[in-house]
């Protein structure tokens, strides 16, 4: 018999999370999660919004992509994160542990995975909290920003010379 894929196994489920609190199973809610589990690192609503009006049988509002959002992540299939300003989301079902670079100049994240520290975060001691999952963000300057800073402060000073 075959596994089922991530995606018959998501939207199961999402049925169950909306059937156990009531919420009603939409096509749109369901085209919402499909999309969401085509896409492949981190989207935020415009990009979703974007991909939706592609798709010939499912507009769906703003607010239908927020709502659904929500239950999303109340349902633990969607991550919401939060880069400065910026309010990006992932899918998070059957997801490998990754920590995320974030550039505090050009807000640029880049995902990676580092052995040591998932080791070293998973077999800390915590008193009376037990640990299901976590999230790590390293906030500096990315090497495209650090070349510009680097080119832009020796042109200052090559000005200053002149």
Known sequence: MDKPNI??????IFTEYLT????????????ILDTIYSIEGHFDIDTLYSL???QENFRVSRATLYNTIILLINARLVI?????????????YNRDTHHHLICTQCGKVTEFQNEELRHAIEHTKLNRFNLTHYSLYI??????CERANKQKKKTNNHKKQI
């Open 7 to 12: 995606k018959d196994t998501v939207r199961q």
């Open 20 to 31: 156990a609190n009531g919420h009603r199973k939409t096509p749109e809610r369901y085209a």
């Open 52 to 54: 939706m009006a592609n």
């Open 80 to 92: 919401k994160h939060q880069f400065g300003n910026s309010s990006q989301y992932e899918k998070s």
């Open 139 to 144: 906030y500096g300057i990315c090497s495209k």
